[in-house]
Structure formats: C-alpha cells, structure tokens
C-alpha cells in the first residue's frame, strides 16, 4: 500500500523556508526512487513540515526507508547549519541519549491509503496545502510540490509514479 506521510520540523520552526534544504528533502527523494526503493506519488514541501504519498518497492519496509529519509535530510540540514547557521542549529539541540540535535519531530504521522478514495483525498489535501497556507493561488504555482506534474504534466518532478499510473 502507498502511505501518507507528514514529517514535522522540530518545534514546528520555519526550518523549511530554506531553499537548499527542500533542495536536500528533493533530492533524496529522487535519489530513493534512482535507486528502486520506492514510489513517490505526491509532495509539498511546506515551511515547517512535509507531506509525502510513498510506498516502499519490493524488498523494501516503508518504516526503514522513512528512517533512512529522515534521518539523512536531518544530518545533510545539521551539516549546512554547522557550517553557516550556528546560532540556528542551537535551537535543535536536545539532551537526548542518542543525540544532540534533533531537526525533523519525532514519530511522524504515517497512515496506510487502502483505498482509492482516501488516496485521492489525501492527494488533494497534498496539493492544495500550500493554497491554503496563502503560498499561491492555484496548486501548480508552488514549486515544492507535485502539483504541477499532475495538472500542467510538468518534467521538472520526473521522478514521480503517477497515481493512475
């Protein structure tokens, strides 16, 4: 089954308002799908969290590919945070036992789509999210999210599996 998930910024911060980490969030995804680990349907990427429709290919658990995800944008935004944001990167830090800073939440929301229904609906709620957030006015304008691959067929998201398809 695909799964919608919703991965949250650490304390809900506008971490995301960052160009290059929703470059990061991208890539990786693109990178998964190179590397036949799973499907991507759907994405936005908003200011403090991203929804995501994906499913685990063969051979693959959706809870350890999501890990994986998780954990590598989060190492990849602490790394630029080092370099060039100290003073942000200080508002991450955590006294955990397995870990100094913690960027995405934890526990994200994970649901299973069984049906077509709840996948179209959950689709929707995808693409329109940044419409209602006052990003845009139409879901195609933003351009962090698959919305312009399913209404304007757009090559820029190539690494998406349509979801009739």
């Given at each position: 089954?695909?799964?919608?998930?919703?991965?949250?910024?650490?304390?809900?911060?506008?971490?995301?308002?960052?160009?290059?980490?929703?470059?990061?969030?991208?890539?990786?995804?693109?990178?998964?799908v190179?590397?036949?680990?799973?499907?991507?349907?759907?994405?936005?990427?908003m200011?403090?969290?991203?929804?995501?429709?994906?499913?685990?290919?063969?051979?693959?658990?959706?809870?350890?590919?999501?890990?994986?995800?998780?954990?590598?944008?989060?190492?990849?935004?602490?790394?630029?945070?080092?370099?060039?944001?100290?003073?942000?990167?200080?508002?991450?830090?955590?006294?955990?036992?397995?870990?100094?800073?913690?960027?995405?939440?934890?526990?994200?929301?994970?649901?299973d789509?069984?049906?077509?229904?709840v996948?179209?609906?959950?689709?929707?709620?995808?693409?329109?999210?940044?419409?209602?957030?006052?990003?845009?006015?139409?879901?195609?304008?933003?351009?962090?999210?698959?919305?312009?691959?399913?209404?304007?067929?757009?090559?820029?998201?190539?690494?998406?599996?349509?979801?009739?398809?």
């Amino acid at each position: 089954y695909a799964v919608f998930l919703t991965a949250t910024i650490y304390r809900w911060k506008p971490l995301l308002n960052n160009e290059s980490y929703k470059k990061i969030i991208i890539d990786s995804l693109r990178f998964l799908v190179k590397d036949d680990r799973i499907y991507v349907n759907a994405f936005v990427i908003m200011n403090n969290h991203i929804h995501l429709i994906w499913q685990a290919r063969e051979g693959y658990k959706t809870h350890e590919v999501q890990r994986d995800f998780l954990k590598y944008t989060a190492q990849m935004i602490k790394f630029d945070l080092q370099k060039n944001d100290s003073e942000l990167l200080a508002e991450f830090r955590v006294n955990h036992r397995d870990r100094s800073y913690q960027i995405w939440q934890r526990n994200p929301l994970s649901i299973d789509l069984f049906s077509e229904k709840v996948f179209k609906q959950k689709l929707d709620y995808i693409h329109y999210n940044p419409v209602k957030a006052g990003y845009c006015q139409l879901p195609e304008e933003y351009p962090y999210s698959s919305a312009s691959f399913y209404f304007k067929s757009d090559p820029y998201y190539s690494f998406l599996t349509h979801y009739d398809d």
